[in-house]
């Protein structure tokens, strides 16, 4: 029997001008050394440029995207000791997961982009992905191919 607690999931509050938990999790991905100011206003300048950009409501195109982005099934690596072999076996994520995953692939595809400031490049790649376009979206294709790929193994288990 096993002695660990279960330790809860300790959500972050919501952002306290759109009010929303989506954009505090944005922001907790973007925080680097406990720059909290910093990442505050990379978001408030990415949904201006949204607004400039697209006219529309910036908060409903970022949950479009992240709603294009967000993984249904993902691999993971899994050793059959009886084979001595590794398979990638497909499994189902859970919502909160793909939402992390999301933002973590929306962040990483914008700080490739070619681009100036780390708003241009964010604000460039959520209007993408809210159309079903840009490196994020082909991020998920390319996870839910693979899952599809190896639904053959399934059932691997030791």
């Given at each position: 029997?096993?002695?660990?607690n ?5 959500y972050?509050?919501p952002?306290?001008?759109?009010n929303?938990?989506?954009?505090s ?9 406990g720059k ?9 300048d ?5 607004k ?5 409501e910036p ?5 479009k995207a ?25 499994f189902?994520?859970t ?11 929306l962040i990483k595809?914008?700080?490739n ?9 964010l604000?460039?790649?959520i209007?993408?992905?809210?159309k ?17 790929a190896n639904?053959?193994?399934a059932?691997?288990?030791?």
């Open positions: 029997m096993s002695r660990r279960i330790v809860k999931k300790h972050p509050l952002d306290l001008k759109h929303s938990f989506l954009i999790l944005l922001i907790a991905k973007i925080l680097k050394k909290t100011r910093l990442a505050h206003s990379i978001v408030l990415t949904f201006l440029l949204i400039e950009k697209t006219s529309q908060l409903k195109i970022f949950e992240v709603k294009n982005i967000t993984p249904f099934v993902a691999v993971k690596t899994q050793y059959v000791k009886k084979k001595k072999s590794s398979y990638q076996v497909p189902e994520v919502r909160y997961r793909g939402t992390t995953l999301a933002l973590r692939w595809a914008a700080k982009r070619s681009g100036r400031t780390i708003s241009l490049k604000a460039s790649e209007i993408d992905a809210s079903k376009l840009g490196n994020a979206v082909k991020k998920r294709e390319e996870t839910h191919s693979m899952a599809e639904k053959a193994f059932h691997a288990k030791d």
